[in-house]
T-cell receptor, first 115, second 118 residues
């Protein structure tokens, strides 16, 4: 049983470009959350998707957008990249009815470097 | 708003010894979970231990145990018989329980880098 998989593992972009990160949740999971972890910081919640809709959003600008597909996989898009967007982007998946007990599984993240 | 504070950026311990990592949090909620996650160089967040706020008994998972002081809003992690494989960044995290607009959202501290040396 595959866990949460994210792609790509590393990527380098330049300021002003756009990037798309992908996440496949653990088998059977229906909810995907995205976190941004800047160097030396704890992860910060970006948003959460369930039933193909954004259900919650953290304090991130509209340049950050996402999507969830019918197979529950998800994408995180960031437009007009800034140097400060350099970070590890983590995806966490869960089964919604089990989220009340904090059952989340994380992927290994996508390391984005903006030059 | 929920905040989680880890005041120890780095800790080190000799193999087989015991170490305690500190965490404090601030919330006005009564029902919540607290977590310790481990993040090794592989970057994947791995759940170490979980505590429900309404449970007075401290959680234990093998060599890992917590000291949960609800009134003091303190949640420390004790690692006994430390092993080289315990070397990692450790994050304390908070989550409100119950259904609502913040279901499943974790609030993390800044982490403590633990190094276990031979």
């Amino acid at each position: 049983d595959a866990g949460v998989t994210q792609s790509p593992t590393h990527l380098i972009k330049t300021r002003g470009q756009q990037v798309t990160l992908r996440c496949s949740p653990k088998s059977g999971h229906d909810t995907v959350s995205w976190y941004q972890q800047a160097l030396g910081q704890g992860p910060q919640f970006i948003f959460q998707y369930y039933e193909e809709e954004e259900r919650q959003r953290g304090n991130f600008p509209d340049r950050f957008s996402g999507h969830q597909f019918p197979n529950y996989s998800s994408e995180l898009n960031v437009n007009a990249l800034l140097l400060g967007d350099s970070a590890l982007y983590l995806c966490a998946s869960s089964l919604r009815r089990r989220m009340v007990t904090g059952e989340l599984f994380f992927g290994e993240g996508s390391r984005l470097t903006v030059l | 708003a929920q905040t989680v504070t880890q005041s120890q950026p780095e800790m080190s311990v000799q193999e087989a010894e015991t170490v305690t990592l500190s965490c404090t949090y601030d919330t006005s909620e009564n029902n919540y979970y607290l977590f310790w996650y481990k993040q090794p160089p592989s970057r994947q967040m791995i759940l170490v231990i979980r505590q429900e706020a309404y449970k007075q008994q401290n959680a234990t998972e093998n060599r890992f145990s917590v000291n949960f002081q609800k009134a003091a809003k303190s949640f420390s992690l004790k690692i006994s018989d430390s092993q080289l494989g315990d070397t990692a960044m450790y994050f304390c995290a908070f989550m409100k329980t119950g259904r609502g607009s913040t279901l499943g959202r974790l609030y993390f501290g800044r982490g403590t880098q633990l190094t276990v040396w031979p």
